[in-house]
Nanobody, 114 residues
Framework: VQLVESGGGLVQSGGSLRLSCVASGIRFSFSYMGWYRQAPGKQRELVATVATGRITNYVDSVKGRFTISRDNLQNTVFLQMNDLKPEDSAVYYC?????????WGQGTQVTVSS
């Protein structure tokens, strides 16, 4: 199984980024997908998830600003991030869960300058 993230970078406060994660070697349409993030000195935290039925879930701090979505034909999960804040700066990790087996991407850095 391979999860490859892209789309991170440096953006000013209030800006937007769109993260993508392409999955291979997994039954993507039957997998629970998500994004986590980890800032320096902090624990990894859940950002957003999207189930096979496209039901989504978000951590309170990103509600109304971030949108998670999935394209089962392209085996890709997206995270649209708007109105970014400096506290959103972190390494963002793609996550997949298929029949209780968990998989992680290598991460992509997001840095928001004030």
């Amino acid at each position: 199984v391979q999860l490859v993230e892209s789309g991170g970078g440096l953006v000013q406060s209030g800006g937007s980024l769109r993260l993508s994660c392409v999955a291979s070697g997994i039954r993507f349409s039957f997998s629970y997908m998500g994004w986590y993030r980890q800032a320096p000195g902090k624990q990894r935290e859940l950002v957003a998830t999207v189930a096979t039925g496209r039901i989504t879930n978000y951590v309170d701090s990103v509600k109304g600003r971030f949108t998670i979505s999935r394209d089962n034909l392209q085996n890709t999960v997206f995270l649209q991030m708007n109105d970014l804040k400096p506290e959103d700066s972190a390494v963002y990790y793609c996550y997949a869960n298929f029949q209780r087996d968990e998989y992680w991407g290598q991460g992509t850095q997001v840095t928001v300058s004030s």
